[in-house]
């Protein structure tokens, strides 16, 4: 499995980005793909995940009400909808995939084998 994130760019604050992380090689119903963000000098910190397959899905709290999930399974694609976008948004952000992950593991970026290159989302304030 091969990943690549895109949509990445500068916003003003209050603005929206849509990521999308398109996977080639096959997926199963029961991979979830993750969105991890990383800033400079800080670590790399769990943003959402959602299952393959649909639903259940899971937020960071700092996130919860501005973004928002989805996959378009014909086309191998995730999407990380991101809304009222602030600066401390502003990381790299990074899609991973995982196989048998439950809802508990999601934040755990051990979980996820398959890694993206990242895409960068700056916030301008």
């Known amino acids: 499995v091969q990943l690549q994130a895109f949509g990445g760019g500068l916003v003003q604050a209050g603005g929206s980005l849509r990521l999308a992380c398109v996977a080639s090689g096959r997926i199963f119903s029961n991979y979830a793909v993750g969105w991890f963000r990383q800033a400079p000098g800080k670590e790399r910190e769990f943003v959402a995940a959602?299952?393959?397959?649909?639903?259940?899905?899971q937020y960071t709290n700092s996130v919860k009400g501005r973004f928002s999930l989805s996959r378009d399974n014909a086309k191998n694609t995730a999407y990380l909808q991101m809304n009222s976008l602030k600066p401390e948004d502003s990381a790299v952000y990074y899609c991973?995939?995982?196989?048998?992950?439950?809802?508990?593991?999601?934040?755990?970026?051990?979980?996820?084998?398959?890694w993206g290159q990242g895409t960068q989302v700056t916030v301008s304030s």
């Open positions: 959602i299952r393959w397959s649909g639903g259940p899905t």
């Open positions: 991973a995939a995982g196989s048998g992950l439950i809802i508990s593991d999601f934040g755990n970026l051990t979980r996820y084998a398959y």
